[in-house]
């Protein structure tokens, strides 16, 4: 493939807003779970709340819009200068050259949970002040922002479990490859609800401590909100050979069960494979892995046979979710982002939480930040119903 320039990005989790908390954290093998204190929420376990969301506030002429999901992509949006580098961007390529491509999962559910405990006590109607398309529709998310923005070109919402705000890049590098836009805002919003926190406790899969992903003891995942945003564009005769680039897509679709990966790693195998293909780069080439790594048993165990089959048992490689929990609609994104900063900044961050690694997943997993400036990295999002993500990113040069 063509690589396209990350000429902007940042993102806001649990670890902070904006890129140098974010950066910060990883460094110093920090993380940002905490007991969960959320919304009504009665579990134990642990989660990646961020603060400040409830205090941001949409434009009036947007407050259809208005819920917890939106107002997370707009604090995240305004983190970092990205905010005027889009716009700047869409000034430069037209609106209508320019594209919007978000991942979701919850959206905002959040908003019609507390209405339903509001409806009509006799006809089970539920509030009118509930505004489903602005705020639980799932293109809720890319309506406001289009709208804040002022975007005119094609914008689309993928909602694919965890592999939703990976899958946008390809998504946009194929408009932008077409020559239908010429640049494009992309990346991933979710934020905490209770169909989240409650589902995902009721198949047995949350942990009673921040999560522990490839540990010998992992039990489950830690459930976290973030928001984490990249602007895509094609390389242009000025652009530093030292800029950070997308170079290389691999999507497959295993399908092997709704919530369980197939316990081979095929699909991440595929999906491994055919970005390694795109990139036009050797498994060898390949410096750090940034791992899907949720903790939960069947994940890390397929994901290992996946990872060895296709580079082998040496290449480094940590999961970022002890640290900023599982983002789940924005894990690919925030993950692109964790990523970025690696290459820019110089080190491999470590797994943190995890005291022992499982000696059956056969992995280089790293507990401590190693302080050695990967060229290029490869990173993992895999989502219920087997639909599995990719991305190579690295230097432009």
């Given at each position: 493939?063509?690589?396209?320039?990350?000429?902007?990005?940042?993102?806001?989790?649990?670890?902070?807003?904006?890129?140098?908390?974010?950066?910060?954290?990883?460094?110093?093998?920090?993380?940002?779970?905490?007991?969960?204190?959320?919304?009504t929420v009665d579990l134990d376990t642990c989660v990646g709340e961020i603060r400040g969301v409830d205090g941001e506030r949409l434009p009036a002429s947007l407050r259809e819009f208005d819920c917890r999901n939106n107002r997370l992509a707009q604090l995240a949006l305004r983190q970092d200068g990205f905010e005027d580098a889009v716009r700047a961007a869409i000034a430069r390529v037209g609106r209508r050259r320019f594209g919007l491509y978000?991942?979701?999962?919850?959206?905002?559910?959040?908003?019609?949970?507390?209405?339903?405990?509001?409806?009509?006590?006799?006809?089970?109607t539920l509030p009118a002040a509930l505004s489903y398309r602005g705020t639980h529709?799932?293109?809720?998310?890319?309506?406001?922002?289009?709208?804040?923005?002022?975007?005119?070109?094609?914008t689309v919402v993928i909602s694919t479990a965890c592999s939703s705000s990976a899958k946008v890049f390809g998504a946009a590098h194929r408009m932008i490859e077409a020559g239908v836009i010429d640049a494009a805002l992309v990346g991933g919003v979710d934020s905490l609800c209770l169909t989240t926190l409650y589902g995902f406790h009721s198949l047995q899969l949350t942990s009673a401590v921040p999560c522990r992903p490839f540990a010998t003891d992992r039990?489950?995942?830690s459930i976290g909100e973030g928001a984490a945003f990249a602007l895509l564009e094609r390389p242009g005769p000025r652009s530093s050979s030292e800029a950070i680039a997308l170079l290389g897509v691999g999507e497959s679709s295993d399908a092997y069960h709704l919530s369980a990966p197939h316990p081979d790693g095929l699909g991440a195998r595929l999906a491994m494979e055919a970005a390694l293909a795109d990139a036009a780069v050797e498994p060898g080439q390949i410096d750090y892995v940034?791992?899907?790594?949720?903790?939960?048993?069947?994940?890390?165990?397929a994901e290992s046979c996946a990872i060895v089959a296709v580079l082998g048992t040496t290449v480094p490689c940590s999961s970022t979710?002890?640290?900023?929990?599982?983002?789940?609609?924005?894990?690919?994104?925030?993950?692109?982002?964790?990523?970025?900063?690696?290459?820019?900044?110089?080190?491999?961050?470590a797994g943190i939480n995890t005291a022992a690694v499982d000696p059956a997943l056969r992995v280089n997993y790293l507990t401590a930040t190693r302080s050695v400036r990967p060229s290029r990295v490869l990173t993992n999002s895999f989502g219920f119903g087997g639909t599995n993500c990719s991305l190579v990113l690295g230097r432009l040069g």
């Open positions: 493939m063509t690589p396209l320039l990350l000429s902007h990005y940042t993102a806001t989790t649990c670890l902070g807003h904006g890129r140098a908390p974010m950066a910060a954290a990883l460094r110093e093998a920090r993380g940002g779970l905490a007991r969960c204190a959320f919304e978000l991942g979701t999962s919850t959206s905002g559910i959040l908003e019609t949970e507390i209405a339903y405990r509001h409806r009509d006590p006799r006809t089970g529709n799932t293109f809720s998310v890319a309506a406001f922002v289009r709208e804040l923005l002022g975007v005119d070109g094609p039990d489950g995942i940034n791992v899907h790594g949720t903790a939960t048993p069947s994940n890390d165990r979710k002890g640290a900023t929990g599982h983002t789940l609609g924005a894990a690919g994104a925030v993950e692109v982002v964790a990523c970025a900063i690696a290459i820019a900044e110089g080190f491999m961050p």
